[in-house]
């Protein structure tokens, strides 16, 4: 990488501080030993993979395997050449040789984009355009194979002046050679107007090129880390368990939505003589933790979305409402853009009755698609952009203003939960506003509406208390002095559901870190059950919420045997009763 004239001793046994300490080595270190390595209080390593698409490291595939078995957090690097291709095909050619080694196994560093030559740039509009394009790639490959990563990227302090805030949503590794402390210093006493990831902002410092470390031969690029190596440590797109949704039929039955072990969409309705038992949808095959979503059309007919194997969001509707017997075919609702397995799909319905769905697309944009008319499940807009940078896999919930406008809601790179609403109702957007907070991106919102119209959202903080914001008035703004329900905690993983009961008031409900279903009502805020029988279910299993016809709440949940269960209010917005059994082999 970028040369340097400080020459750092790290030799053998040196008590490490707090900050973790890594190098960056290449075919120029020959074979190192690994194990020397570890055992000086190297934490992490970069290896280097390949170069433009005309060069593969002879020694990364050595580096990569044996690092691991030493224990060393391993990454694979690729030095750029954007002068000379473009960011696709130099993403596919390091994909062919690293993409093997990048796991989510709690052993793989995220992988990095060595950005050093600057003769312009082929396949992209700028610098920033296609260092993203390539970083977004890498994500849709990682992504694919099981892995969940925020690609770093490597620049100088001051060369960083090539870029733009647009790829401020992935890790930095910045080289200075200052001089400074590696445990108290950091890259931006120079160039700070060059700091687009914010002022004073970085991930990774690369603060010598001529460190010396046993089981390297010669000198050794050297990086520190700001933060925790945990949280640059790729991990595992894979969540074992189902995510079930349920809707009300237009005749008022129940139906509940879940994928199986084998891939396929079944469904389990309610109907005269209890429930139908699980049947299935079949034709197309998902992973098993993909994210359906259910909704109603104009005409009552109900449509089923999901992402398909090739990232296509498929669906599947009623030829008649309320007629869960007969279904169309499966079907691509559009083929030209694709997105992550797991992506949240939100689908939500305009005032006029148009369904419109919105997931975060492989560039990290929020994409959205709409019927052309209401009811026309067969005929639909083109995906356009909302706009945004957010992760792939962010929960999105969306609903409806009393008016019919519809509002979208996600948490965003800086931890703030964001919203987007629609100026007029069925018509354009707004930009995204920020509604505060701090939040992990992995945290699920329930959004649902008060009896008055007033939307309210809820969130698990890093406390593991359960945060609430509402509007001020139907319509209206927001108060977002983010409130605690207080009493007990929560994984911040949990997944909370809320709806309204028929005598107004709203109902919450999550797995608290006991294993229970635990529920709160807005008639008493801060005064929290537990659903009386209820098994230990894991914290992090997704239940889904549905309201009867006679305005009985009922949530279905994944049980600790694997069986589907359920538990529902006894009378409208009364006692709990639960958990019969559905049946089914769930994850």
């Not at 944009?365 to 957010?390: D, K, M, R, V, Y």
């Amino acid at each position: 990488m970028i040369a340097a004239t400080l020459a750092l001793a790290f030799a053998p046994g040196r008590v490490l501080a707090q900050r973790s300490m890594g190098i960056d080595v290449s075919s120029y270190q020959g074979t190192p030993n690994w194990s020397s390595i570890k055992g000086s209080g190297i934490s992490f390593a970069w290896a280097k993979a390949t170069e433009g698409t005309y060069f593969i490291d002879a020694d990364f595939t050595y580096n990569a395997g044996n690092g691991k078995s030493a224990g060393v957090i391993m990454g694979a690097y690729h030095f750029a050449r954007p002068d000379l291709t473009s960011p696709s095909s130099e993403a596919s050619y390091f994909w062919n040789e690293a993409g093997s080694y990048i796991k989510g196994d709690g052993k793989t560093l995220m992988p990095m984009l060595d950005m050093e030559t600057w003769n312009g740039v082929v396949g992209a509009s700028s610098y920033s355009d296609w260092a993203n394009k390539w970083c977004n790639a890498i994500v849709s490959d990682a992504n694919g194979a099981g892995a969940k990563i925020k690609p770093f990227i490597y620049v100088s302090s001051c060369n960083a002046c090539y870029f733009d805030t647009s790829v401020s949503g992935w890790n930095s590794d910045l080289a200075n050679y200052n001089g400074q402390n590696p445990q108290t210093g950091g890259p931006w006493n120079v160039c700070g107007n060059c700091a687009v990831w914010g002022s004073g902002v970085w991930t990774a410092w690369q603060f010598t090129s001529s460190g010396s470390v046993s089981g390297v031969s010669g000198n050794v690029d050297m990086d520190v880390l700001g933060g925790s190596l945990a949280a640059v440590t790729a991990t595992s797109t894979a969540d074992p368990h189902i995510d079930p949704c349920v809707a009300r039929n237009s005749d008022g039955h129940m139906e509940l939505f879940a994928v199986n072990k084998s891939g396929i969409l079944q469904h389990n309705y309610f109907g005269t003589g209890g429930w139908s038992g699980w049947l299935s949808l079949g034709g197309f095959t998902f992973a098993a933790n993909t994210l359906p979503a259910v909704q109603m059309n104009s005409d009552g007919r109900l449509e089923v979305f999901i992402i398909g194997t090739d990232g296509h969001l498929d669906h599947i509707y009623q030829q008649t409402a309320g007629d869960s017997t007969s279904w169309s075919g499966w079907g691509q609702v559009d083929n030209s853009y694709t997105f992550t397995q797991t992506a949240c799909v939100a689908a939500n319905a305009n005032q006029d009755g148009r369904i419109e769905v919105f997931i975060v697309g492989t560039g990290g944009g929020l994409c959205h698609i709409n019927e052309n008319t209401p009811g026309s499940s067969t005929s639909w807009s083109a995906w356009s952009q909302l706009g945004g940078t957010w992760d792939q896999n962010v929960c999105i919930s969306a609903g409806n203003d009393l008016d019919g406008r519809q509002e979208v809601f996600l948490i965003g790179n800086t931890g703030n939960l964001y919203h987007i609403y629609q100026n007029v109702i069925n018509g354009g957007w707004s930009g995204f506003a920020n509604l505060g907070g701090s939040w992990s991106q992995t945290a699920r919102t329930a959004l649902t509406r008060n009896a008055d119209g007033r939307l309210e959202i809820f969130i698990i903080g890093s406390t593991g208390s359960l945060y609430h914001a509402y509007q001020t008035a139907a319509n209206g703004g927001w108060y977002t002095g983010w409130p605690s329900m207080g009493g007990w905690t929560f994984s911040q993983n949990a997944k909370p559901v809320a709806a309204l009961n028929s005598n107004g008031t709203l109902e919450v409900l999550v797995i608290g870190t006991d294993g229970h279903m635990d529920r709160i009502n807005s008639a008493n805020w801060g005064s929290w059950s537990s659903l009386p029988s209820t098994p230990v279910f894991t914290q992090e299993i997704r239940p889904c919420l549905g309201v009867n016809s006679d305005g009985r709440l009922e949530v279905f949940t994944t049980a600790p045997t694997g069986d589907m269960v359920h538990a529902y209010q006894q009378t409208p917005s009364g006692t709990w009763y639960g958990w019969p059994t559905l049946g089914g082999s769930w994850n």
